[in-house]
């Protein structure tokens, strides 16, 4: 493999202005795992290594273990010791050049080597880092090795599935010794108005000659693929220096990102010498004007818009902590289909690839940086290397990250122990002045749990104030927004507590399902456990959970309890939910052998579970009719139904064609219930609006399962080696009815140019593999997910399964 990078001539178009600083480094790099202790920390010339492409989560392929030392909260999966290394060439003109190495993330506690030559060790699994490699390379003909020690062996060191190894995008930079300095600009827009924005540009400039060099600077703004404005500037810069200017430009009747259009712009840098380009930098950015209003909430280029948002941890489902591009972009086309507008990265810097998404979709992202500080919350954790890194990491996070339009808060902590001491009133100033010095523009927050512990009584709603105490951090004064963890019953006297502070619900709810399970009486509320330091001994058989809306966790809510106090006041800027979809560990309330969480709106598998369907009539304009459970019962057997609707003001119920009732919700009601002996047949339901109907839905009761359906949701994806296609595997009765009670083991297979890559039912409790060729389904649904090659052409995919019809679906690459 030669590395050589190609540098274009100006023009007025944007993509070929752009000179290709960096290319992809995530191929053909060899693996070894130590299995034990034998292995020791060495590799030598008797290791054994595989071949593969990085990103890569190597716990994801391994089994899971009752005995694991990440517990269950870790997903019940091992870490361990891994090694990486690859051989490169680089071209012989690339020697008068710099060439360096980043790394988007390597879980965790990376060294990294090249030649020999050791370059340096990044504790912080979530932050991406760079090395300079000129010093140490040969050019030509002549190979160089990169070697990467990972090390995730020491457990437990973290709360949730963490995942192992170079788990984000490596890319391999050459620039001039005279270039934008890595994450070296900073784009602001201290003036918007629909007339005209003002663009300020702060350019970092890293000379890395032996002489001072005299160049000139010009950024030009595009908008899309046309020339907006340009500014140029003639500097002088030393030797081996630094130097940072400021530049500034205006744009007539710009359009102003919103999450309904998410407009960017894009300032290309070019640094010229004797007028030729020696190096160009893009920054994608926003322009948009916003503030938190102690009265109005959260607005946005003038309007007020209600943050309806979720947390996100960053594992993929059953493709681990691998990332890709296309699995994050379909969880954020699933979310927006709800009316999610808002992303938390929870609880660490995020995948640049996320906020690439959350820019080109309209998200509000609440860019979170830190889940403890100097005290462990468990024993390997980041608190370990706090003293020595915190700086470090949040400086290179918010330098990465600021330019980002999608990106409306800083969040320096979640849950943070210190938080009711004068130890965390320190750092929480320290980590402010940080925040500050490299990004003015956003409010901060921390996410407490909670600001104010108001002792309310949950029936009375009324409080001793005698017993009312305040979070140290969120009384100092040093927050720019309050961020409450949960306490919704609190919500409502936040003006009287903070009446100089906005608020933002920085995580709410923690409500539990298990997708296609229901309790036979929906209509009480479950608090599980009873506590979240006691072990959990009741329960459901299987370990479910009601999907009914119904059971939450002793410091949450239901879904609908939250909202509700959320919805009812225009100061309250909004909410992230815990969480938008499942993720692999934290099995609250369960322990082993549940290996997955049960917080999600969506499952681990990204099929949406009943309560989406309320947030999707709440938070959108979509005319929205879901009725469940599903309609397959014992005979006589009385079931709960209940109806998520919009746009109506009732809705009809009919059983085999007979009327069981109109309902119509009351006050602040979010969905109706009808309690009916079960039959066999066919649910319908009819909303209307003023006497005419508005939309119809029916569940019919399915007979034995017969036949498999697969539907892709793209038959045709880029034959890149990374693009994937999601099918659902569907049982069906031999009428084409969901069989919702099926659990059938099925088996995958797939001719062409390329492999499966995942499999998963959204179950919690399933040791399955999800790297395996075969998986039990849920509800009558399971998950295969197919990766392409990097050739066009056909891909055949077929299911089978014992006593079904096979079913086989062709996906196209090209």
């Known amino acids: 493999m030669i590395i050589g ?63 694991s030392p990440a517990g269950y909260g870790g997903g019940s999966l091992n870490g361990g010791l891994g090694w990486y290394k690859k051989t490169f060439k680089v071209a012989a003109e690339d020697s008068t050049k710099i060439t360096s190495i980043t790394f988007d993330g390597v879980y965790k506690n990376s060294e990294v080597w090249i030649n020999g030559h050791y370059l340096g060790k990044r504790p912080n699994g979530y932050i991406g880092f760079q090395y300079e490699l000129s010093p140490y390379l040969n050019y030509g003909e002549k190979t160089n090795e990169i070697i990467v020690k990972v090390d995730n062996s020491k457990q437990p060191n973290s709360r949730w599935y963490s995942g192992s190894g170079i788990f984000r995008n490596v890319w391999l930079e050459t620039t001039d010794k005279l270039h934008v300095a890595q994450w070296g600009t900073y784009v602001t827009t201290p003036k918007v108005t629909a007339e005209n924005a003002s663009i300020n540009i702060e350019t970092t400039i890293q000379n890395q000659y032996t002489s001072s060099k005299k160049a000139t600077v010009t950024t030009t703004i595009f908008k899309e693929e046309t020339k907006v404005t340009s500014v140029t500037q003639n500097i002088e810069i030393g030797a081996n220096a630094n130097q940072t200017i400021q530049q500034n430009a205006q744009v007539e009747s710009p359009v102003l990102w919103s999450v309904a259009i998410p407009e960017l712009y894009t300032a290309v840098t070019e640094i010229s010498v004797d007028d030729k380009i020696v190096d160009q930098y893009k920054t994608n950015f926003g322009i ?128 943070i122990p210190e938080q009711w001491n004068e130890t965390g009133v320190e750092i929480a100033k320290e980590l402010a002045r940080i925040v500050r010095q490299y990004d003015k523009t956003r409010p901060l927050t921390a996410a407490m749990n ?124 909004g909410m992230y939910i815990w969480t938008g979809f499942d993720y692999i560990g934290e099995p609250t309330p369960y322990e082993w052998p549940s290996v997955s969480s049960y917080f999600g709106i969506v499952d681990l598998a990204g099929f949406p579970k009943d309560v989406y369907y309320m947030y999707q009539s709440e938070w959108t304009d979509k005319t929205v009719l879901h009725i469940f459970p599903h309609w397959n019962w014992k005979a006589g057997q009385t079931v709960d139904v209940w109806s998520y609707y919009n746009h109506a003001d009732e809705v009809e119920l009919f059983l085999n064609g007979k009327s069981v009732g109109v309902r119509s919700k009351k006050g602040d009601d979010l969905h109706v219930m009808w309690r009916i002996p079960f039959q066999t047949g066919t649910l319908k339901a009819i909303s209307r609006k003023n006497g005419k109907t508005v939309l119809e839905t029916e569940i019919k009761t399915a007979g034995n399962p017969s036949q498999l359906k697969l539907t892709a949701d793209r038959s045709t994806i880029k034959a890149d080696g990374n693009d994937l296609s999601f099918v659902t595997v569907a049982i069906l009765d031999e009428k084409g009815i969901l069989a919702p009670n099926a659990n059938n083991e099925i088996s995958f297979s797939l001719k062409g140019n390329g492999k499966i890559v995942g499999v998963s039912s959204g179950d919690p409790v399933s040791h399955e593999s999800f790297k395996g060729s075969k998986h039990t389904a849920m509800s009558g649904k399971c998950l295969v ?5 990097d050739k066009a052409g056909r891909m055949e995919l077929t299911a089978k399964a014992n006593g079904l019809k096979q079913s086989t679906i062709v996906i196209t690459s090209e």
């Open 288 to 415: 948009r004007d916003f503030k938190f209003d102690l009265n109005r909430g959260f607005i946005l280029n003038g309007k007020q818009v209600k943050i309806k948002g979720v947390c996100m941890h960053h594992d993929l489902g059953p493709l681990g902590s691998a990332i890709n591009t296309r699995a994050i972009e379909r969880q954020l086309e699933i979310l927006k289909e709800m009316g999610v507008n808002g992303i938390r990265t929870s609880h660490n810097p995020p995948a640049p690839e996320l906020l690439d998404l959350c820019d080109k979709m309209g998200f509000i992202v609440m860019d979170e940086a830190f889940d403890m500080w100097k005290q462990n919350k468990t024993k390997y954790d980041y608190a370990n290397d706090w003293d020595k890194w915190h700086e470090k990491d949040l400086t290179d996070q918010l330098r990465r990250d600021r330019n980002h339009p999608s990106i409306f808060i800083w969040s320096i902590g979640n849950e």
């Open 785 to 789: 997910i197919v990766q392409s090659g």
């Open 450 to 573: 909670p600001p104010v512990n108001m002792n309310i009584d949950e029936v009375t709603l009324q409080f001793d104030k005698a017993k009312t105490y305040f979070n140290a951090i969120a009384k100092s004064g040093v927050l720019d927004l309050i961020g409450y963890n949960y306490a919704h019953q609190t919500y409502e006297h936040h003006q009287k507590n903070f009446p100089n502070t906005p608020f933002i619900a920085t995580e709410t709810t923690s409500g539990l399902q298990t997708r296609g399970y229901y309790d036979i009486v929906s209509d009480t509320i479950k608090k599980w456990p009873v506590r979240w330091d006691i072990k959990f001994t009741d329960g459901n058989p299987g370990n479910t959970v009601s999907a009914y809306d119904q059971v939450q966790t002793p410091w949450g809510s239901t879904h609908e309890a939250t909202w509700k106090v959320i919805k009812k006041h225009d100061f309250l800027s």
């Open 5 to 67: 990078i190609i540098f274009f001539g100006s023009c007025s178009k944007k993509q070929d202005a752009f000179v290709k600083r960096k290319v992809s480094f995530n191929s053909d790099w060899s693996f070894h795992l130590n299995h034990s202790i034998a292995d020791k920390d060495t590799i030598g010339t008797s290791t054994k290594w595989r071949i593969l492409d990085v990103p890569h989560d190597w716990s994801i392929e391994g089994k899971f273990d009752e005995k």
